[in-house]
Structures are given as structure tokens and as C-alpha cells.
């Protein structure tokens, strides 16, 4: 079975256009527009083959299509962090379903922008771990444990005064 000849649609169809295209077969071939008999039976092994090239259109789409759109929502995304648009490059990066270093890396940096420091270690940590020998990971991973101990010290030395 060919998944994009099932659903009729060019193997470069966008997921929108998938979607479109899935709902409009769907809404044809539904089982409860039949009658009981041999004709809701074929609906029903027609509808399966249409789910199934469905979610196999939408997995194919994610390898190919989506990264490289991710990579440029990524960089998008280090775009608006360097101008401080923190809340709309959040917003961003929850769209985005592939959690790669990268990803882990730049929701970290967001974090850390925003003075949340315990959970942007545990992103940027996990970015660390991806690649380990990326060294603006690392670099990022040592400058938030270092805000992490002086935050530590901080906070102790406010205790002593009391």
C-alpha cells in the first residue's frame, strides 16, 4: 500500500494538506454512512486502509518536512532570545515536537533569562548529555550551575544576618 496513493496527495504534500485531504476522505467513507450489510463492511476495511495511510503520511511528513523546519524554527527562535522576546520564543519552542539538543538547549537558555535556574539545569544539562561534545552546551550547563552556587550563597548569607 502507497500512503500518499490512498489518500491521493504528492508525496511533498505539507501537513496541512494531509489533514485536508484525510478529513475529506474520512467524512466520505465513514462506516455510519451505510447501511448495515456489505456495504458498511467494505466502509469500515476502506476507513482502515485511510487511517493507516494517514498516520503513515504524517510520520513520513515529520522525518522530512519537519526538520528542516525546525531547524529554522530553532534558529528563529535563538533570534528572538538574543532580542529578549523570552515569552514569544517560549511559545515557539512548545510548538516544536522533536525535543533535540538543540531544543533542550535554547528552552534552557529561556529559562535562565527568565531567573527559573533550577529548571533550565535540567534542560540545559539534557542538551549537555545529547551532545557532549558541544562546547556551547557545556559552556551554558557550567554558567547555570555557577548561578545555581551563587544563588546557594546568597540565600545563606541572608540566613546568617538574621
Request: hydrophobic share 40%.
Amino acid at each position: 500500500m502507497n500512503a500518499y496513493e490512498v489518500l491521493n496527495v504528492p508525496p511533498t504534500a505539507t501537513r496541512d494538506e494531509i489533514r485536508s485531504r484525510y478529513r475529506a476522505l474520512a467524512r466520505r467513507w465513514h462506516p455510519d454512512r451505510f447501511m448495515e450489510g456489505p456495504e458498511r463492511d467494505w466502509a469500515n476495511e476502506k476507513m482502515a486502509e485511510i487511517n493507516a495511510a494517514y498516520s503513515a503520511c504524517l510520520q513520513d511528513s515529520r522525518r522530512g518536512a519537519s526538520d528542516e523546519s525546525d531547524q529554522t524554527q530553532l534558529a528563529r527562535i535563538e533570534e528572538l532570545i538574543s532580542v529578549g522576546q523570552y515569552p514569544a520564543a517560549r511559545r515557539m519552542l512548545m510548538s516544536i515536537a522533536t525535543r533535540c539538543a538543540e531544543w533542550n538547549y535554547l528552552f534552557g537558555a529561556v529559562l535562565m533569562k527568565t531567573c527559573d535556574v533550577q529548571k533550565a539545569l535540567i534542560y540545559l544539562s539534557v542538551a549537555a548529555h545529547q551532545q557532549p561534545d558541544n562546547a556551547k552546551y557545556a559552556r551554558a550547563l557550567k554558567e547555570a550551575q555557577s548561578a545555581q552556587q551563587s544563588a546557594k550563597r546568597g540565600f545563606s548569607a541572608l540566613l546568617r544576618r538574621r
